[in-house]
């Protein structure tokens, strides 16, 4: 099993990042019932106005070579798209577990 987890900052005011952040949410949730290879999905979005960073999500998948499964879908494809014009910083790590 691989947990995938990422992490993004936004751009824009905080109204305009939390409603992209709601809208990738609610993209990300629906993924486990698209994507066969998505165990489990935990999407949440910062609510500290101290730090940086908006949105975090954790997947558990398979194996590594699911991840490029998952990442390579057109549900998630989607998904990310919503990101497009908002997205400044992206940070993920890849494990076993």
Excluded at 18 to 35: N, T
Excluded at 50 to 58: F, G, K, N, P, R
Aim: net charge negative; charged share 25%.
């Amino acid at each position: 099993m691989v947990k995938h987890i990422v992490t993004f900052k936004l751009t824009g005011s905080g109204a305009e990042r939390r409603e992209v952040s709601m809208r990738f949410k609610r993209a990300l949730d629906a993924l486990p019932g698209q994507i066969e290879v998505l165990q489990s999905i935990e999407v949440g979005i910062n609510e500290n106005p101290q730090e940086d960073w908006d949105v975090v999500l954790t997947a558990i998948v398979p194996s590594m070579a699911d991840v490029e499964v998952y990442a390579k879908h057109p549900a998630h494809v989607a998904a990310a798209a919503l990101l497009a014009g908002h997205k400044e910083s992206r940070a993920c790590v890849d494990y076993q577990l």
